[in-house]
T-cell receptor, first 112, second 113 residues
Framework: GESVGLHLPTLSVQEGDNSIINCAYS??????FIWYKQESGKGPQFIID?????DKRQGQRVTVLLNKTVKHLSLQIAATQPGDSAVYFC???????????FGKGITLSVRP | NAGVTQTPKFQVLKTGQSMTLQCAQD?????MSWYRQDPGMGLRLIHY???????DQGEVPNGYNVSRSTTEDFPLRLLSAAPSQTSVYFC????????????FGQGTRLTVV
């Protein structure tokens, strides 16, 4: 699979490959880190979250990894499918200040 | 159960006009929020509410007002529309404060000319 940071707008992967989407965060005090998926013409949809005291969490075909030492969050998608084509946002939950803060997003494009 | 419903889906305003974007949720969620989405800027928080009668400012509140008189509704008012407010607006709700799973509406695409 390929990996790319959020400073690059688009990630292109072959159908069936694994995808890795990376995100750098800045607020060490955030309680949760979250991944959202936005399909064209729709609102964002929750994928998975991870609490700040964890370093890995698995869902269905997705895994989120948190590296607090370098303030890095990643989303791994196994066996990428055409339906995974979307914009992916990492987000932080600010804890006491009750705000969900989103990153700028990256487009995942799946080649058939 | 319709989730989060936003109206209208599309709107064109002239500079200086005012309007209200409607948002309603039928999930009895305490927490509601408004975001704007601009190309290359991601989603930015405008205002949010942790419950009926309570609202607070987000990252980009200027030019917008909100109120939360009921649990279900969280309208966003543009006081005097400006071209800089051309954007896609999303309303979201969560069961309560601190819950990371937010449910988003389909969005309102607003153009100010």
């Amino acid at each position: 699979g390929e990996s790319v940071g959020l400073h690059l707008p688009t990630l292109s992967v072959q159908e069936g490959d694994n995808s890795i989407i990376n995100c750098a965060y800045s607020n060490s005090a955030s309680d949760y880190f979250i991944w959202y998926k936005q399909e064209s013409g729709k609102g964002p949809q929750f994928i998975i979250d991870i609490r700040s005291n964890m370093d890995k969490r698995q869902g269905q075909r997705v895994t989120v990894l948190l590296n607090k030492t370098v303030k890095h969050l990643s989303l791994q998608i196994a066996a990428t499918q055409p339906g995974d084509s979307a914009v992916y946002f990492c987000a932080e939950w600010g804890g006491a200040n009750s705000k969900l803060t989103f990153g700028k997003g990256i487009t995942l494009s799946v080649r058939p | 159960n319709a989730g989060v419903t936003q109206t209208p889906k599309f709107q064109v305003l002239k500079t200086g006009q005012s309007m209200t974007l409607q948002c309603a949720q039928d999930m009895n969620h305490e927490y509601m929020s408004w975001y704007r989405q601009d190309p290359g800027m991601g989603l930015r928080l405008i205002h949010y509410s942790v419950g009926a009668g309570i609202t607070d400012q987000g990252e980009v509140p200027n030019g917008y007002n909100v109120s939360r008189s009921t649990t279900e509704d969280f309208p966003l008012r543009l006081l005097s529309a400006a071209p800089s407010q051309t954007s896609v607006y999303f309303c979201a709700s969560s069961y309560r404060t601190g819950v990371t799973e937010a449910f988003f509406g389909q969005g309102t695409r607003l153009t100010v000319v």
